[in-house]
């Protein structure tokens, strides 16, 4: 096997790496529970970048609903994190 073609398909391959890199980082979705209530917004990072929280919930009798409906909104939300992520490595996959 030709070095050169072996090290230009190595350059294209890391190439295509960074892309999907870069297009996963600008996924941003938003996911949301209790009819509304709690937002969760993540980033392609995994990491949590916004919470918003409806002022009906902020009485302290339904703290553990409040709870409850964040982890679900951020959990759905990185779901669909995961799932966006995937049809990236997959979409990048079939243009090789």
């Given amino acids: 096997m030709d070095i050169t ?18 297009q996963i980082h600008q996924i941003q979705v938003t996911q949301e529970t209790g009819a509304g209530l709690v937002k969760a917004t993540v980033g392609g990072d995994k990491q ?11 009485n302290k009798k339904d703290q553990i609903m409040l709870q409850d409906l964040i982890v679900g ?24």
């Avoid at 294209?12 to 999907?20: A, C, L, P, T, V």
């Avoid at 949590?48 to 902020?58: A, T, W």
């Fill in 48 to 58: 949590l970048v916004s919470i918003s929280v409806d002022e009906m919930l902020l």
């Fill in 5 to 22: 073609k072996l090290f230009g398909q190595m350059d294209r391959f890391q190439e295509k790496m960074e892309k999907m890199q870069d």
């Fill in 73 to 96: 909104a951020v959990n759905l939300a990185l779901r669909e994190v995961d799932a966006k992520t995937q049809e990236i490595i997959h979409k990048n996959a079939l243009e090789s």
